[in-house]
């Protein structure tokens, strides 16, 4: 063999080596393997950085743009990832990160995600998931039963039934939202007489020929992006997705709703759906479901419920109460890697009518062909893994009584958080939690009471002021890396709807402990006080004195 | 405390545990993982059942409906999984398993996901996510590169700017597919003079306010279904999805597109993408990009080229010729679960111009801030796992190298199986491979003279019968568990266009050997003579003896 040859044929058995030699118990892989195994807490403390790295000096570990024309040795590279990319990310499960909807995880999901990707299997046909296959439909199944409770020959009619699906798995809850509106979009538009079909001709025909001047969807205000973002996936335009006013508890006011259904049947723009919000993102209010429910049979509309995130509220006894009227909804979309405690990338939707899913159905030759059983049919994406698995282990392992406690607890402690928060005079809590979200801000007593008195321009001043002071607290925080909150922006009506921005705060983890609440408060108290906010603080509070020195006697007591 | 406090603090205590004690080296998990580390090949040998279950019998493990009440042990979920679901499943993994676009994985990827799994990062935002974001950024970088091949100070200003992105990260190639066309739609009806852009408005205006009667996505007949999904979800309608004739490589006729793409234009139909396909589903083959995107250019339409499979054939510096053109294309699907070798569930879409992805550009107020660097405001999906550190860590220790040899010795393969097929007597090969994939199928030497001397009705009846048995072959092999092919439907020109049922094999797992092919041809052609179908077969030589008798001497010469 010459040189070259020899060089090559060495390249092809390194090559082959990475397919069929396991790592060796004692290579560095393996040990991190073991040690997350191990002490997977222990392991995410000692390994991720707390203190946060400016974004632009982290892109410099990730700036080559050329594929290495060379292999890297697997421990050089798990080497890489332990000291540029694992020591870089976010400590999601972190009981003290509770600004966005993570949480940790139960123990067992770790070991079972890896037989998931042992097995690297695709939902989209049986062909290529066997057993995978009837147990995603079990899992929509159970679902569906939790939201709808039909009976038990209901699921034993239909759970199984190729030839319908109860439900669609999807990558998370964005893709659930768009598929439930898909379902909805092609239903307002049916094939009649002449016409074959929005599905087959088309929006622009299906408008000409059922004679409307476009199709909306609505929802309140604080209806999560990804519906506007479906309303332009779907052809119908951003802005087809008209939101409508809420109360002062953030859900959706249903005579403004019954107006403007009333309003855009006027304008013959057709209602193609309705959407309830069960959790709102940014304040985990549920919109009156119930109602909705009436108000969409009476315009023919399509009533979907984005509970992605209080969805498992139904696990509750105690709180299922507040989703009232979800059992009317045709569609619900729920997120796994949210209240259902399974890791990054699953969500799905629930169609109270077995049929639905007719409405979004494909085939192909080399795969879900009529009459199969494979999912794929019915599901936006096509190659799917099994994170059903997943879903199916949390509701044997945790059960519906173990899921009531994760939620009531959240709940519970939600309410004590915001009586902490009500008990310190230097904050003020922005909305009052129903599920287990609520928003506050930092604002000294002084300044809350010159708000209750200032008139709408007084009251812009001092909330641009507080916005800074905010937002320069939020990002501190997170960059000393203990804790983390999130921030938004809200439109309180008792601010004449200015736009104040907001600590967000999101108690799933059930490790987060009241002592945990206190020291985020009390470091947000001292952040108050960073050198680096002194002079807006300082503005503030002479902003306020002004306020209320000029406010008088009757405006401060109202 | 009473016997119901008790057993409810008792109920609270083993919640708590399952998210704060690991799981005991000892216990059955613990087992399987260690098991799965040591020995993945063996596991799966071991717990897959090769014989096929019924999946109306398998259904029988899956058909509770109700969410369990009380937990069940982990130890006794697993066990289940491993009786029911594992046993269950397909060995997508194993070198026999040529029927679909799965392969035996390299080993380092399964820690890396568990490192990926136990981060639980969230990329929708850097919030969730850190290092993840610049490092998926990196990942669009190189294979924006790969494909495009523009210079350093291109990758240098675009790569991480957070106002541009070179593409955008997806579950899979159909939602690649779909964010591509997505952003096609959006950009064929821009904003303009009192038109707020399709985007706003919605597709029934944009016709309208540009004066056209439809818009269009035209591809070759061998076009992914997700592109038909994909012109559903978008509210053209399956019928915008305009199928164009292929020669008989199975690649798109460029006069037939040119014309057909006139034809539209004429009724005043918007031709907003040409879609190229690079790597046929069904037959592996790459239509003519090159000759496409001249066509694209001149009918100003965007220029797609869905390269979910043959995408890494760029990898090879002896087959990349065959992607010529490519570079031309405004985006181009990639899907990393097939050729990357990655596990389930991640493609991606690349776009030439930085711009594109601005089209389907989202914000919200509590995240995708505008300015943010958050990944969410151009993806489709809202949140995502960090599935771009499998990608990054294929690329970076298989490097440009490994992926050639992988590339390579699959098309190689495919020519060697080729040629075994054609030198068996009973065997017909139907598309020859041009990248690693073929079809053949089953159909002794007298028939296959009888075909070639057949008029329409005869090669109608004989193609037929061949129908039933090549489906019973494929059935029949999967059952019996050793071997795989999938089947599918063509319909060769030289058979009148007659749909045709074939075996359909993909050769991308580098642990399949021309035994395993040898293997495979052999319990085929027993299969051939099971008394399942051994009427089909008395019946077909009956046709065939039929047809040769009959032909005139001047026929059969022909």
Not at 55 to 66: A, C, I, T
Not at 250 to 261: E, F, G, P, V
Not at 536 to 550: F, R, T
Request: aromatic share 8%.
């Amino acid at each position: 063999m010459t040189g070259k040859k020899k060089s090559a044929q060495a390249s092809v058995e390194a090559m082959y080596r990475v397919f069929t030699v396991p790592e060796a118990p004692e290579s560095t892989l393996s040990r991190i393997d073991q040690n997350i195994s191990r002490n997977l807490a222990g392991f995410l403390q000692e390994h991720i950085v707390a203190v946060e790295r400016d974004l632009s000096d982290v892109e410099k570990d990730f700036s080559d743009y050329s594929i290495p024309e060379k292999p890297v040795f697997v421990s050089e590279q798990a080497q890489f990832l332990l000291d540029k990319l694992v020591a870089n990310s976010v400590h999601t499960a972190s009981p003290a990160f509770i600004g966005h909807m993570t949480s940790a995880l139960p123990y067992f999901m770790l070991p079972l995600s890896k037989i998931m990707i042992a097995l690297n299997q695709n939902l989209v046909k049986t062909e290529t998931s066997k057993a995978f296959t009837p147990m995603e439909r079990q899992v929509l199944g159970m679902i569906h039963r939790l939201v709808y409770q039909e009976d038990g020959a209901f699921y034993r009619k239909w759970m199984h039934d190729p030839r319908y699906a109860l439900g669609a798995m999807c990558s998370g809850g964005t893709v659930a939202n768009l598929t439930a509106l898909w379902v909805a979009r092609n239903r307002a538009f049916p094939a009649e007489g002449s016409f074959r079909g929005l599905h087959q001709e088309g929006l622009f025909r299906a408008l000409k020929y059922y004679g409307y001047e476009g199709a909306a969807i609505v929802v309140s205000r604080r209806g999560h992006y990804s519906l506007r973002k479906a309303a332009d996936v779907l052809g119908l335009g951003r802005e087809s997705l008209i939101p409508v006013d809420t109360d002062d508890e953030n859900r959706i006011n249903t005579d403004a709703l019954r107006d403007k259904c009333l309003e855009l049947q006027r304008q013959k723009i057709k209602v193609m759906a309705i959407c309830g919000v069960a959790g709102t993102t940014e304040t985990g209010n549920v919109d009156p479901l119930d109602a909705m429910a009436d108000i969409a049979r009476e315009f023919g509309a399509h009533f979907h419920v984005d509970a992605a995130w209080g969805g498992p509220t139904l696990f509750s006894r105690t709180y299922k109460h507040l989703l009232r009227g979800i059992e009317k909804a045709d569609s619900v979309t729920f997120d796994a890697h949210k209240q259902l405690y399974v890791p990054m990338g699953v969500g799905l939707v629930v169609f109270r009518d077995p049929s639905l899913a007719s409405a979004v159905e494909h085939h192909a030759q080399y795969i879900i062909r009529k009459g199969s059983r494979d999912l794929g049919s019915t599901t936006l994406e096509g190659s799917r893994p099994g994170m059903s698995m997943l879903i199916h282990s949390g509701l044997k392992i945790l059960a519906r009584e173990g899921y009531e406690i994760l939620i009531d607890q959240g709940i519970d402690k939600a309410k004590t958080f915001a009586e902490m928060i009500e008990a310190e005079p230097d904050f003020e809590l922005v909305t009052r939690p129903e599920l287990n979200i609520l928003t506050y801000r930092y604002c000294p007593e002084n300044v809350q009471e010159a708000l209750a008195c200032a008139d709408p321009l007084q009251a812009e001043k001092l909330n641009t002021c507080l916005n800074r002071i905010t937002k320069f607290i939020q990002k501190t925080q997170r960059e000393r890396g203990k804790a983390f909150v999130s921030r938004t922006r809200l439109e309180p009506a008792r601010y004449y709807n200015f736009p104040c921005i907001v600590f967000r705060v999101v108690l799933a983890n059930p490790l987060t402990t009241k002592e945990i609440l206190a020291d985020i408060l009390s470091e947000q108290r001292e952040l108050s006080r960073d050198e680096g906010i002194e002079d807006e603080i300082s503005i503030l509070h002479q902003m306020a004195d002004a306020v209320l020195k000029q406010a008088t006697p009757n405006a401060r007591q109202a």
